[in-house]
T-cell receptor, first 114, second 113 residues
Framework: AQSVTQLGSHVSVSEGALVLLRCNYS??????LFWYVQYPNQGLQLLLK??????LVKGINGFEAEFKKSETSFHLTKPSAHMSDAAEYFC????????????FGSGTRLLVRP | DADVTQTPRNRITKTGKRIMLECSQT?????MYWYRQDPGLGLRLIYY???????NKGEISDGYSVSRQAQAKFSLSLESAIPNQTALYFC????????????FGAGSRLTVL
């Protein structure tokens, strides 16, 4: 079955440190891939998406993600964390043969220490 | 005004009561979705609709029903609420392009006592 896995329900980094949030999918067919962010008491908003163009995708707020087909991964990174990055991050995937419905990972809460 | 508006934002109800969560959008999108968010489980799809005459079950539709009253309106009903339906519910919309980007509402927090 097609699925998406986020490793680590909580990630804590110091302000200024590298942010790395992990996402892996299970499918023999490369999907469309997304990262969404949820700030407290808000809905989800799109950070970035991969749609089979460049494998390194740049998003908003300095985030980027790299699609690696051989590793079935789409990890999210940011070189230097800011306090305002504290939020919950969701990886999501969709496939053409499932009518492009999004399947979400379980989420990773990013904590940024001063 | 928000692109996707959900009402109510918060609701506390009792077991056995009927509850309706409403969603309206100004994006002009044909596709609308209802998701449920639980801690540690991410978002799970309850129902989705690709146009006014199209309703489809998601992965957790038991205990829920929906109505697509118009292109812009998609409501979720709990006919007889139970405590394990306590959750944060999100409505979302998307266009028809393949790599769908969802636009989410702010969420409706439902507590069933």
């Amino acid at each position: 079955a097609q699925s998406v896995t986020q490793l680590g329900s909580h990630v804590s980094v110091s302000e200024g440190a590298l942010v790395l949030l992990r996402c892996n999918y299970s499918s023999s067919v490369p999907p469309y891939l997304f990262w969404y962010v949820q700030y407290p008491n808000q809905g989800l908003q799109l950070l970035l998406k991969y749609t089979s163009a460049a494998t390194l995708v740049k998003g908003i707020n300095g985030f980027e993600a790299e699609f690696k087909k051989s590793e079935t991964s789409f990890h999210l990174t940011k070189p230097s964390a800011h306090m305002s990055d504290a939020a919950e991050y969701f990886c999501a995937v969709s496939w053409m043969d499932s009518s492009y419905k999004l399947i979400f990972g379980s989420g990773t809460r990013l904590l940024v220490r001063p | 005004d928000a692109d996707v508006t959900q009402t109510p934002r918060n609701r506390i109800t009792k077991t056995g009561k009927r509850i309706m969560l409403e969603c309206s959008q100004t994006k002009g999108h044909d596709r609308m979705y209802w998701y449920r968010q639980d801690p540690g489980l991410g978002l799970r799809l309850i129902y989705y609709s690709f146009d006014v005459k199209d309703i489809n079950k998601g992965e957790i539709s038991d205990g829920y029903s929906v109505s697509r009253q118009a292109q812009a309106k998609f409501s979720l009903s709990l006919e007889s609420a139970i405590p394990n339906q306590t959750a944060l519910y999100f409505c979302a919309t998307s266009g028809d392009l393949g790599a769908n980007v969802l636009t989410f509402g702010a969420g409706s927090r439902l507590t069933v006592l």
